[in-house]
């Protein structure tokens, strides 16, 4: 009986290891997505995509770094700079608020 029990408890484990690999795994025929964040924060902005993150410290060097007029308020720049990052395939999914502002998205890779 106990060797039951513990050809059942192993059977269990494995198909549980076998179902998380199987879940990390690509499958064809699914999209696969790109992942960035951009933080604004005390006229700081700071792009994470990937394993690099750049940090602006002005709205000028912001305004070179997304292709739009540096001359804007804050306001009208930030959405000079999330429709620049809509046109180049980025898509918003997500905005946090505390210290400034986080806004998150996807695009297809």
């Known amino acids: 009986m106990k060797r039951i029990g513990l050809l059942l408890v ?3 484990l494995t198909a549980q290891t076998v ?7 690509p499958r064809s025929g699914v999209p696969h997505w790109e992942y960035a964040e951009l933080t604004f924060a005390s006229d ?3 792009w994470t995509v990937a394993d690099s993150t750049y940090a602006l410290t002005s709205p000028e060097e912001a305004g070179r770094a997304f292709g739009v007029s540096p001359r804007r308020a804050s306001t ?11 046109k180049a395939g980025w898509e918003m ?7 400034g502002k986080t806004y998150y998205f996807k695009r297809p890779s």
Not at 19 to 25: D, F, Y
Not at 79 to 86: D, F, K, Y
């Open 10 to 12: 192993a059977a269990m």
């Open 19 to 25: 179902r998380a690999q199987s879940l990390a795994k």
């Open 44 to 46: 700081v902005w700071t």
């Open 76 to 86: 009208m720049l930030n959405n000079a700079i999330l429709n620049q990052l809509g």
């Open 93 to 99: 999914v997500s905005v946090s608020t505390g210290e």
